[in-house]
């Protein structure tokens, strides 16, 4: 039997089509491994997004050059967004990669796997990445607890800094039926926590459906027995409306934690990077989320060095986050994307731009500590996700962490067993990591 090893690379939504390609190539009978020496295909699903997805991607599949060259693996295969932007490049100056596949091709990949065990012949698929969506099985990567549930594939938004569009094809949201009973599949299967995720989850529904039906998909699937929380990633700040605050007010398993990515504050800036809303729309969305949602824990991105960012737009944006306060961000230094509108407009340089996401960097660590502070004494349900051997503590996550992206809640405490839930008061801060006692 055939070992096939996947590396998944960039972001939750890639992480999905790995699952699904993983278990299109588990039906089909071969071997999963998980690490490509000895294998005899592996596959990197790439990000190509930004500058350092690209780099990260070339040097695994540079990595994985040697092995082959080693007798360590037979085939690689390039697969997800970086191949789908630099088809040519990667064909003609990677002469390792045994079969190059696009974004609309993961339903290939059976095929393409057995194309480069049985010839040396090197295989391309690049299908159409507008195509309506197929439903798959998936083999979950993420543990036995809580699991991605992708609700729609690609964008439409056309933000003038951002490559997504192109490489990922128009927005085309899941038919919701759909979508709720992978979700029961996944309860059925013992899973607590499905975090939904698109590239903008409130776009759902409008190209299916004629208009938005995420607040309708959130009560369908909050009626899913098993499932404890529900958690929201990507959502854009024009389209929150009053309908969807008070769902997440009012309902249990929505946990009070959003990510809304904003990328700037500038009003000029947003309009050029074709943004829609204003400045003044974002702090006053902000605003009425807090005075609604009480307890609620924001989580954002912001770009720094945008075109058009001079010194008084930056000090507005540090204005903004010393003042609004979001307690989780992601700060990036712009990076110019050929084939993108923002590319060909005039804009701070490159270490300007780094400075700049060093600066407000900082300024979110101090964000973030005082959020940190302001748990002290408080007491959250946490999910519980292993024993770190290390410090000699129990980690998890409450309401307030995103997997992989917001760290971690230490605790102690008797009869704790892995993958349940605790309450857990918090009583210090180690390290930067809220740390607590069960109750
Ligand atoms: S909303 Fe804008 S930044 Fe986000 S994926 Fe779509 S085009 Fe890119």
New binding site residues.
Partial sequence: MAKICLISLGCAKNLVNSEQMLCMLDDAGLEIVNEPEGADVAIVNTCGFIEAAKVEAIDHILYLGQLKEQGLLKKIIVAGCLSQRYQTDITDEMPEVDAIMGTGSYDNIVQIVASVLHTNDRYSSFHDINSANDEYGRIISTGPRWAYLKIAEG?S???AF?V??SIRGKYRSRKMEDIVSEAKALAESGYKELIVIA??ITRYGTDLYGKKKLCDLLRELCKTEGIKWIRLHYL?PELVDDELIQLVKNEDKILKYLDI?I?HINTPILKRMNRRGTGDDIKKLIAKLKSEIPGLVLRTSIIAGLPGEGEAEFEELCEFLREAKIQRAGVFPYSPEEGTPAAEMDRPDEETANARAERLFELQMEVMDEFNNSRLGTVTDVLCEGFDEECGLWFGRSYAESPDIDGRVLFTGDGIEPYEFYSVRITDILDGEPFGERV
């Fill in positions: 964008c938004n056309c933000c951002c997504i569009p590239q903008d854009y990515p990328q």
